[in-house]
């Protein structure tokens, strides 16, 4: 796949896992970089870091919008992440403006713009948002880039993601070394649906790859489980029980700006859209797949 791709958000969780994959795939990546210290990494990674800030979208979206693709991965988890975020966008899609063909964007969404589910119930594409509400901006960004001819656009919205060092099951395995509990807005029948960071990365290259554009994706390889099955697992792996503490999400003042108040969200999710759609195959497919490889 040969591909000049831009990619915000480059050295996080889904973003290094993208960069990996798609230049395994011979994609050469273009990944703003915010300071030196970024730059090093992504370079180890090897991709070119191009100066720039999300906050101040002129730095880079005229870079952005001259490459093939761009795959959105970048947040700023401040207070005004939905106005950086919206403010980015719009600038990108003013730059795509004058391209001759449209600009191809994958954006990252995430599973806490959906209801809890109950029962048999499961999140598809087609399921009506009701986001957090820290989340509510990224549902008016999405619909505001569904419009017009600029862009080709596919929104990719992962489950909660799991690596060696950042997602549930890290940081329970972190709680259990600690001997703590493991402290979240969940309770122990809380269902949590889960994606191993590079099988999503996977299906943000066969996004990229694919002829038709304007797709909504869903990506979970373990569609919903119970936090207390979780933890089960991650006891049973290491012979040590680890105990669930559940707190409050907060007053509804702070839950404005509160980014884990999707812990508390009971959902399981049906992919078979994104697999009949792209054929995506994640690996660790199972939940002993993801303990195994990622509880260490």
């Given amino acids: 796949m040969s591909m000049d791709v831009f990619v915000t958000g480059g050295t996080g969780t ?42 101040h979208p002129e730095s880079w979206v005229e870079r952005a919008a001259s490459c093939d693709a761009v795959v959105h991965a970048g947040a700023t988890f401040t207070d005004d992440m939905g106005r ?34 109950t029962g048999s119930q499961a999140i598809t594409e087609k399921t009506a948002f009701a986001p957090i509400p820290a989340f509510r901006f990224m549902a008016e960004t999405i619909r505001t880039l569904s ?10 919205h992962p489950a909660l993601v799991c690596s060696l060092t950042e997602g549930p099951i890290a940081r329970m395995t972190q709680a259990l070394r600690e001997g703590v509990p493991f402290r979240t807005s ?11 960071a590079n099988d999503l990365a996977s299906l943000y290259s066969l996004a990229l790859q694919h002829a038709r554009f304007r797709m909504t994706l869903l990506a979970s390889s373990v569609p919903g489980i119970s936090v207390g099955h979780l933890a089960s697992h991650i006891s049973a792996r ?15 003042r702070e839950q404005q700006t509160d980014f884990d108040a999707g812990y508390a969200l009971s ?16 690996e660790f497919a199972t939940i002993e797949d993801l303990v195994v490889s990622l509880s260490r």
Avoid at 147 to 154: C, E, P, R, S
Avoid at 267 to 282: K, L
């Fill in 14 to 55: 889904i973003g290094a896992a993208v960069v990996k994959n798609l230049i395994s795939k011979g994609c050469r990546i273009i990944a703003l970089a915010r300071s030196e210290a970024s730059a090093d990494r992504l370079r180890a990674l090897g991709a070119s870091a191009f100066p720039g800030d999300l906050k």
């Fill in 84 to 117: 950086i975020d919206r403010l980015s966008m719009l600038s990108l899609k003013q730059a795509a403006k004058h391209r001759k063909q449209p600009l191809k964007l994958v954006y990252t969404g995430g599973i806490w713009l959906f209801p809890s589910t």
């Fill in 147 to 156: 419009h017009g001819t600029d862009l080709n656009l596919v929104v990719i």
């Fill in 186 to 196: 969940a309770g122990p029948e809380t269902m949590w649906p889960l994606v191993e």
């Fill in 238 to 252: 290491h012979g040590a029980p680890l105990e669930i503490e559940t707190a409050g999400t907060g007053t509804d």
């Fill in 267 to 282: 959902q399981r999710v049906d992919t078979a859209h994104t697999r009949r759609t792209v054929g995506w195959e994640p």
